[in-house]
């Protein structure tokens, strides 16, 4: 799995954007994907994950409702739509590839985008 994430910029807050990851590696689809951030100053945290089997997704609490991840195994591509951004959601993301089932836990990714970053200006 070798992931490049894109689609970042700056936005307005309110505004919508969506983030796109690509493997062009192999297994893309034997690996559960998920989206981190990290904003200036903090720590990375979970965004939302997919799993790989039976495409559950998950969502940190303040993105449920505003963010929606999906996937499609034929594009080796795992998307984030973020709607009605707020400038709390500024931070540079990273997506990140791991097998076995998703988790909101870093360390259960084994293979990391480069990041792209999101400016959401209020």
């Known amino acids: 799995v070798q992931l490049q994430a894109s689609g970042g910029g700056l936005v307005q807050a309110g505004d919508s954007l969506r983030l796109s990851c690509t493997d062009s590696?192999?297994?893309?689809?034997?690996?559960?994907m998920g989206w981190f951030r990290q904003a200036p100053g903090k720590e990375r945290e979970f965004v939302a994950a997919?799993?790989?089997?039976?495409?559950?997704?998950f969502y940190e609490d303040s993105v449920r409702g505003r963010f929606t991840i999906s996937r499609d195994n034929a594009k080796k591509t795992v998307w984030l739509q973020m709607s009605s951004l707020k400038p709390e959601d500024t931070g540079i993301y990273y997506c990140?590839?791991?097998?076995?089932?998703?988790?909101?836990?870093?360390?259960?990714?084994?293979?990391w985008g480069q990041g792209t970053l999101v400016t959401v200006s209020s």
């Open positions: 997919i799993s790989w089997s039976d495409l559950r997704t």
């Open positions: 590696g192999r297994d893309f689809s034997r690996h559960s």
């Open positions: 990140a590839a791991g097998v076995g089932g998703a988790s909101y836990y870093a360390r259960y990714y084994q293979s």
